[in-house]
């Protein structure tokens, strides 16, 4: 049974960093390429990062790149965005999200909201 589990620091002023780490229970969790998305209200839900299984290859968003930095631990199973110079405009719901060696909704975390606001 796959699980995913984010966790970190809701809230941050803008200009500020956080923090989003997601425990996975993946089979395979070193050969499975992640990802986090984002949904803020009445928006569709977006990728925000994505990294290859040995951290070979990074993707972001254009939103993301210059701010946000995706990286993996496989011994700990465990992947993480680092958001630096947050905007109001990253306030969303932050998923976490196996993109390979997985099928349907428990490839996605319950979410976080990271709100950012003065």
């Known amino acids: 049974q796959v699980q995913l589990v984010e966790s970190g620091v809701d809230w941050a002023q803008p200009g500020g960093s956080l923090r989003l780490s997601c425990a996975a229970s993946v089979i395979s969790f070193s050969s499975t390429v992640m990802s986090w998305y984002r949904q803020a209200p009445g928006l569709q839900r977006g990728l925000v990062a994505l990294?290859?299984?040995?951290?070979?290859?990074?993707n972001y968003a254009d939103f993301a790149k210059g701010r946000f930095t995706i990286s993996r631990d496989n011994a700990k199973n465990t992947v993480s965005l680092q958001m630096n110079s947050l905007k109001p405009e990253d306030t969303a719901v932050y998923y976490c999200h196996a993109v390979t060696n997985c099928d349907g909704p428990d490839c996605w975390g319950q979410g976080t909201q990271v709100t950012v606001s003065s």
């Open positions: 990294v290859s299984s040995r951290s070979a290859m990074t």
